[in-house]
């Protein structure tokens, strides 16, 4: 049981370029999502989805686009990378408990972007 | 918008000592979970909360939802340097499957 994995760990790309952040998660969670993290501070979602083929905005969505084709697949999509996009990235499953309508999320390892 | 303000931002303590977090906001939430992050990593569940007055303990750690579920906090006591890291509170509105995160609090217990 691998929990989430997210490819790659590290990229650097230059602006404009485009590029793929792939997440997995083996624990078949009905919800994933994708948040970002800027140096010293919270997380911000991007986008989220509640399973195969339902996804929406979270509250920073611009720039980005996401497809949810799997339960266990959620890549993130950067178009046109901007220097703004520099950050850590982190997708996340989770699962309803049914215990006072909670959702235990589980976190992968990262992936920290560098748009020069 | 909702907002989730953490205090203090950081904190720097002496082994031994206790301390208190707290996570605040305007919107009541439906529940509020604790996060510790080591750098280099996700994010790990502490703790979920979802009963407004509710009192959870883990160990040293103990978390309080506000009566009005639209506050937290967090107490350690007898700070390890095991303890440091960056501690995230995240909310969620009713009739909602996202979660906002607070904006961090960064421990360093020193030994």
């Known amino acids: 049981n691998a929990g989430v994995t997210q490819t790659p760990k590290f990229r650097i790309l230059k602006i404009g370029q485009s590029m793929t952040l792939q997440c997995a998660q083996d624990m078949n969670h009905n919800y994933m999502y994708w948040y970002r993290q800027d140096p010293g501070m919270g997380l911000k979602l991007i986008y989220y989805?509640?399973?195969?083929?339902?996804?929406d905005k979270g509250e920073v969505p611009n720039g980005y686009n996401v497809s949810r084709s799997t339960t266990e697949d959620f890549p993130l999509r950067l178009e046109l990378a901007a220097p703004s996009q520099t950050s850590v990235y982190f997708c996340?499953?989770?699962?309803?408990?049914?215990?006072?309508?909670?959702?235990?999320?589980?976190f992968g390892p990262g992936t920290r972007l560098t748009v020069t | 918008t909702q907002l989730l303000e953490q205090s203090p931002q950081f904190l720097s303590i002496q082994e031994g000592e206790n301390l208190t977090v707290y996570c605040n906001s305007s919107s009541v939430f439906s529940s509020l979970q604790w996060y510790r992050q080591e750098p280099g990593e996700g994010p790990v569940l502490l703790v979920t909360?979802?009963?407004?007055?509710e009192v959870k303990k883990l160990k040293r750690l103990t978390f309080q939802f506000g009566d009005a579920r639209k506050d937290s906090s967090l107490h350690i006591t007898a700070a390890q340097p095991g303890d440091t890291g960056l501690y995230l509170c995240?909310?969620?509105?009713?009739?909602?499957?996202?979660?906002?995160f607070g904006t961090g609090t960064r421990l360093k217990v020193l030994a």
């Open positions: 909360v979802v009963t407004g007055g």
């Open positions: 989805s509640v399973g195969a083929g339902i996804t």
């Open positions: 995240a909310g969620r509105t009713s009739g909602t499957y996202k979660y906002i």
């Open positions: 996340a499953s989770s699962y309803f408990t049914g215990t006072g309508y909670s959702y235990e999320q589980y």
